[in-house]
């Protein structure tokens, strides 16, 4: 089967699996029309026996954002009673990477990027019917599967503590953190859930690009000047590096997850449109300078990495387009026409919408 990239599979691959279960393609969600599995995907499924040992009951392979979020907002009314939207906030963001943490601490993941010997001998365990040329051909698929594992029983163990009277509240847990504030809504928790690996050190990521703001522009915490401009754009620019995975991987993280923060009850007008402006811009300058890196395996050359801008080099790179940033006065413009002219901005540059003290 020929090698690609499965990261953005249409939503609607649910695939029952137990313990020491084979995954096969037979019940798939059927609510949405036009959402079926990726040819290739169906092939491999069909091909290949998959033996997982970790009592997932619920397989869910290829889901989008929207995806995660329909699933888990599914589960969470059934054990509730209530709907359960996107923009509402149900947990803690240190909540959840902890949980993504302690999963991963007890699920048997091999090195799927550059997997070893040995990693290919477990690889081999969970698909028996596959040779070493055949996993690397199918590493994609594979991956996605073993990230898939992780994501089910993030949702199951978040469905199991789920509290109706807290929920109600607004919050899942009885325990609460004060990470600046960070509570995410159901359509953030979902970004986690795709990119389960890149969600564990999402915490870490968020503390990185306020140092380097304060670092770099002297302010870390204000909002709508250049130094917030910066910090947006830094802030994909840490998620893309500090992401898992390979190239494409580590942008689509960065891009769900900064996407997602600007949505639902988030979503804060012609601030939002500043920084969805801004995080496009430092994802796009992380696309242009990183570089694919290669392995020669047989005839294939798989991807093995990335070649990354270091922090210096790129702080002061999206430093000077800070500075350079164009002003979209929030003051003397509506939502409409100042969105008009945020999409009219080059997308490689930065906006800012209030006057800004220059402090850097």
């Not at 029952?16 to 491999?44: A, H, R």
């Not at 699920?107 to 019917?129: A, M, N």
């Not at 830094?234 to 993280?253: D, F, S």
Request: include cysteine; charge should be negative; hydrophobic fraction near 35%.
């Amino acid at each position: 089967m020929q090698k690609k990239v499965f990261y953005s599979l249409v939503m609607s691959s649910f695939v029952l699996w137990g313990c020491n279960n084979i995954v096969t393609s037979s019940e798939t969600n059927t609510k949405v029309p036009n959402e079926i599995y990726e040819k290739n995907v169906v092939e491999f499924l069909d091909s290949t026996q998959v033996n997982l040992t970790s009592g997932v009951q619920l397989h869910h392979i290829g889901l989008t954002v929207d995806g995660y979020s329909a699933l888990l907002s599914e589960k969470l009314e059934r054990k509730i009673g209530r709907v359960i939207v996107d923009d509402e906030i149900i947990l803690q963001q240190e909540q959840l990477t902890e949980l993504l943490s302690d999963i991963c601490s007890k699920v048997d993941i091999p090195e799927l990027v550059t997997p070893s010997e040995i990693d290919i001998e477990k690889i081999q365990f969970d698909f028996p019917q596959l040779s070493k040329q055949e996993i690397l051909e199918n590493l994609s698929t594979i991956t996605l599967i073993y990230q898939s594992e992780i994501s089910s029983l993030a949702i199951n163990s978040i469905v199991a503590m789920s509290n109706p009277d807290i929920l109600v509240q607004r919050s899942i847990y009885d325990n609460t953190y004060d990470i600046r504030g960070e509570k995410i809504t159901l359509g953030e928790v979902a970004a986690c859930l795709k990119h389960p690996f890149s969600a564990i050190t999402i915490k870490t990521q968020k503390e990185t690009a306020y140092r380097l703001t304060a670092q770099y522009m002297k302010y870390s915490e204000h909002t709508d000047d250049k130094s917030d401009a910066f910090r947006h754009a830094i802030w994909n620019i840490v998620m893309a590096k500090e992401g898992w995975g390979l190239k494409g991987e580590k942008m689509a993280w960065a891009r769900d997850f900064a996407t997602a923060h600007e949505q639902g009850e988030k979503y804060d007008g012609l601030a939002s449109e500043m920084d969805l402006h801004n995080n496009k811009a430092g994802l796009n300058y992380y696309d242009s300078v990183s570089k694919r890196n290669y392995s020669k395996f047989l005839w294939w050359d798989i991807e093995t990495g990335v070649s990354e801008p270091s922090y210096d080099v790129a702080c002061n790179y999206i430093k000077q387009k800070a500075i350079n940033a164009t002003l979209i006065n929030k003051n003397t413009v509506s939502l409409e026409t100042g969105r008009a002219k945020i999409k009219a901005v080059n997308s490689n540059n930065l906006v800012y919408i209030i006057p800004d003290n220059e402090s850097y």
